[in-house]
C-alpha cells in the first residue's frame, strides 16, 4: 500500500515492530505515543491519514476515547482497534464501537496486513450505482 497509517500504541516495542512491518509493506506511518497525541496529530494531518490502528487500552485516552473525540471534532477517519483482551470484553467498554475494526493480540503479520489492506479497499469501494450526485 501507498497510505498513510496513524499508529496509536504507548508500548515502544510493539510501536516499533508494528510500524517496521507497516513500513516494509510500503504504507507511510506517523507514530503517536497515545490518544492525546495522536488527537493532536490527526488535527493537524487529517488530510494525509487514511487509517488510524490504535490500541484499545492506553493510559490517559484510549483508543475508544479518541475515537469519540476525533467524532465530536467532526472527524470519522477508520478505525482498526488492537487488544489483548477479546471482543466481547471490549463491547462493555464505554465509547467501544463493535462495528470498527478489530484484532485481537497476539496476530500474525500477515493477519494485521491483510486487515489494513480490508479497511483500506473498503474505502475506495466505488458508490452504489445511480448514487452519484444529481447536480
Keep these: 500500500g501507498d497510505e498513510t497509517v ?32 495522536a488527537f493532536e496529530m ?4 487529517a488530510h494525509d491519514v487514511d487509517l488510524v490502528l490504535s490500541d484499545v487500552v492506553m493510559s ?3 483508543g475508544p476515547k479518541l475515537l469519540k473525540d476525533l467524532a465530536v471534532a467532526g472527524h470519522r477517519p477508520p478505525f482498526l ?11 462493555k467498554m464505554e465509547s467501544f464501537d463493535l462495528r470498527m475494526g478489530y484484532l485481537q493480540k497476539p496476530f500474525r503479520t500477515n493477519e494485521l496486513l491483510l486487515r489494513v ?9 466505488d458508490p452504489a450505482p445511480g448514487s452519484e450526485g444529481a447536480d
Excluded at 81 to 91: E, M, N, Q, T, V
Excluded at 117 to 125: C, K, T, Y
Design 6 to 37: 496513524l499508529l496509536v500504541e504507548d508500548d515502544p516495542a510493539v510501536t516499533h515492530l508494528l510500524a517496521r512491518v507497516l513500513r516494509k509493506w510500503g504504507y507511510s506511518v506517523l507514530v503517536a505515543r497515545g490518544g492525546q497525541e
Design 42 to 45: 490527526f488535527e493537524e494531518r
Design 60 to 62: 490517559v485516552v484510549s
Design 81 to 91: 482497534f488492537l487488544s489483548g483482551f477479546p471482543k466481547d470484553a471490549l463491547a
Design 117 to 125: 489492506r480490508e479497511l483500506l479497499d473498503a474505502l475506495g469501494e
